[in-house]
């Protein structure tokens, strides 16, 4: 197992940057309405790990020893574990939407055909009416 050294300033400088950056581009998102307020839960929930590892670098070594994963390995292992997360929360959102806009073809094509059962007769699209114009143009 690695030897706990000792971390610079610059080494604990630079998560907590990059923690605090993270929080307020994700705010600037929701205020611009750019990004729902569900999805900024998950990336400001990364930013508050940041920045307690960054605050306490003595509980990834801890984390390190009580698994025994290297320092490099765990910081990978992490890495992964946060993007899989980010997959598994945006496919479920993606899911969800691809349910909702199937149910709402549905209700749409309902109300097309109610509304063409009240009309006198079917309704004719644009593109109906131009290809009978265009088979009356070649008869002539």
Same mark, same amino acid.
């Given at each position: 197992?690695?030897?706990?050294?000792?971390?610079?300033?610059?080494?604990?400088?630079?998560?907590?940057?990059?923690?605090? @950056?993270? =929080?307020?581009?994700?705010?600037?998102?929701?205020?611009? #309405? +750019? %990004?729902?307020?569900?999805? /900024?839960? $998950?990336?400001?929930?990364?930013?508050?790990?940041?920045?307690?590892?960054?605050?306490?670098?003595?509980?990834?070594?801890?984390?390190?020893?009580?698994?025994?994963?290297?320092?490099?390995?765990?910081?990978?292992?992490?890495?992964?574990?946060?993007?899989?997360?980010?997959?598994?929360? @945006?496919? =479920?959102?993606?899911?969800?939407?691809?349910?909702?806009? #199937? +149910? %709402?073809?549905?209700?749409? /094509?309902? $109300?097309?055909?109610?509304?063409?059962?009240?009309?006198?007769?079917?309704?004719?699209?644009?593109?109906?009416?131009?290809?009978?114009?265009?088979?009356?143009?070649?008869?002539?």
């Amino acid at each position: 197992m690695i030897a706990q050294t000792s971390i610079t300033l610059v080494q604990r400088i630079v998560p907590l940057a990059v923690a605090v @950056l993270v =929080v307020v581009f994700v705010v600037e998102l929701i205020r611009r #309405r +750019k %990004l729902r307020e569900e999805y /900024a839960m $998950l990336w400001i929930a990364a930013s508050i790990v940041l920045l307690v590892f960054a605050t306490l670098p003595q509980l990834l070594w801890w984390i390190s020893k009580a698994t025994g994963v290297y320092y490099t390995t765990l910081m990978v292992l992490l890495i992964f574990c946060f993007l899989s997360l980010v997959i598994v929360h @945006l496919s =479920v959102a993606v899911s969800r939407s691809a349910d909702d806009l #199937r +149910k %709402l073809a549905q209700r749409m /094509a309902l $109300l097309e055909q109610k509304l063409s059962d009240r009309c006198d007769g079917p309704r004719t699209d644009a593109t109906d009416e131009d290809a009978g114009q265009d088979e009356q143009g070649q008869d002539a």
